[in-house]
């Protein structure tokens, strides 16, 4: 059973980059898609984008000038980098796996913990 | 865009009800259409996929159903630990995954 566990820092001040990490463990990075999903305070959620390990990627559209995702397979470790952060950008972050079936359907299990990050000053 | 939306918003019942939330899809998705299950303070668990597949572990009172653009999630004999919030979210289109706002269960 796959296991996630983000990590970084919970305050960024505004205009800088939030970086975070999500480990892996319990299976092999290599097997899924990695998947990073947002919810602001009291809100809904957001997704942010997808890497693989061999370095594809998709992200959200209104967030794909200031993202990007890698996977470091030596760590079992999954990143995510935005920059130019905003108050509209504090949100609590989820890792989770994107779990693809035939090519066709895909699905978000398991999902980390969350992390919480504050942009303020 | 796909742009999904949940109704109601909020809802009120009592354990041993039965209800259903409705999720719409701004256009078809056919069967790519997951519910997640949402606890204060907890991350999201998956409890449907593809429209209408119970995810290992998740009780047989919750279905699902729907394909196009109108699907539902149901939860039979409501318990006490059902009361969250549910989102749907379409998985059609990979490069623009999109979730519905939610519902809100709450005990009567």
């Known amino acids: 059973q796959v296991q996630l566990q983000e990590s970084g820092p919970g305050l960024v001040r505004p205009s800088e980059t939030l970086s975070l990490t999500c480990n892996v463990s319990g299976d092999s990075i290599s097997r899924y898609y990695w998947s990073w999903i947002r919810q602001s305070p009291g809100k809904g959620l957001e997704w942010i984008g997808y890497v693989y390990h061999t370095g594809s990627t998709k992200y959200n559209p209104s967030l794909k000038s200031r993202v990007t995702m890698s996977v470091d397979s030596s760590k079992n470790q999954v990143s995510l980098h935005l920059i130019s952060v905003t108050t509209a950008d504090t949100a609590v972050y989820f890792c989770?796996?994107?779990?693809?079936?035939?090519?066709?359907?895909?699905?978000?299990?398991?999902w980390g913990q969350g992390t919480l990050v504050t942009v303020s000053s | 865009d796909f742009e999904m939306t949940q109704s109601p918003s909020s809802l009120s019942a009592s354990v041993g009800d039965r209800v259903t939330i409705n999720c719409r899809a701004s256009?078809?998705?056919?069967?790519?259409l997951n519910w997640y299950q949402q606890k204060p303070g907890r991350a999201p668990k998956l409890l449907i996929y593809a429209a209408s597949n119970l995810q290992s572990g998740v009780p047989s009172r919750f279905s699902g159903g729907g394909s196009g653009t109108d699907f539902t999630l149901t939860i039979s004999n409501l318990q006490r630990e059902d009361f969250a919030t549910y989102y749907c979210q379409q998985s059609y289109s990979a490069s623009e995954i999109t979730f519905g706002q939610g519902t809100r269960l709450e005990i009567k």
């Open positions: 256009q078809s998705i056919s069967r790519h």
């Open positions: 989770t796996a994107l779990f693809w079936y035939q090519q066709a359907f895909n699905w978000f299990d398991p």
